[in-house]
């Protein structure tokens, strides 16, 4: 279904293709929305495209990811395909995106930064929960650290 959606927005989309190039174009995005940087997973990217005009993006993952925000304790899964329709402050229609809720996985929906609660970025699901947290947690370098630490395996140590 994503595919389809993705394939209807390219005319006319900026796209980057290969890891690089994609991780850098979605920081780029998530800068100009004023959107903490760190929300996707920014490793094994395919490709990033945007289109200006009707504001659509999609990340295009070559695995599926799962990601624990340690400083919230909240996991989120993320599909090979990840959209979104964009404005400023604001992804909404996300698909491919979960929060994993007591045992249950639920469709993160919608992101945005409520400009009236400073430092605060809201995600809602499709069945209406809502959550906010300190928009800083999901900053670039926090969230990558974590990652990097959640997937090293250096610091298993057996020896």
């Known amino acids: 279904m994503a595919a389809k959606i993705i394939e ?8 980057a293709n290969g890891d690089e190039a994609a991780k850098k174009k979605s920081i780029e995005l998530l800068s100009e929305l004023g959107l903490p940087k760190g929300l996707f997973p920014l490793d094994d990217m395919e490709e990033f495209g945007y289109n200006r005009a009707n504001g659509f993006m999609w990340i295009l993952h070559r695995k599926k990811k799962e990601h ?4 919230i304790k909240q996991t989120v899964s993320y599909a090979t395909e990840v959209t979104a329709f964009v404005e400023k402050g604001k992804l909404k229609k996300i698909a491919g995106v979960k929060t994993k809720e007591l045992m249950l996985w639920l469709s993160v929906v919608e992101v945005y930064v409520d400009e009236s609660s400073a430092g605060k970025i809201t995600f809602k699901t499709g069945t209406g929960l809502s959550d906010s947290f300190d928009a800083s947690v ?3 370098g926090i969230a990558s650290q974590l990652h990097k630490l959640q997937t ?3 610091y298993f140590s057996t020896g």
Do not use: N, P, Q, Y
């Open 138 to 140: 999901f900053e670039l």
């Open 152 to 154: 090293s395996h250096s």
């Open 8 to 15: 209807s927005h390219r005319v006319g989309a900026e796209i």
């Open 68 to 71: 624990t925000f340690m400083k």
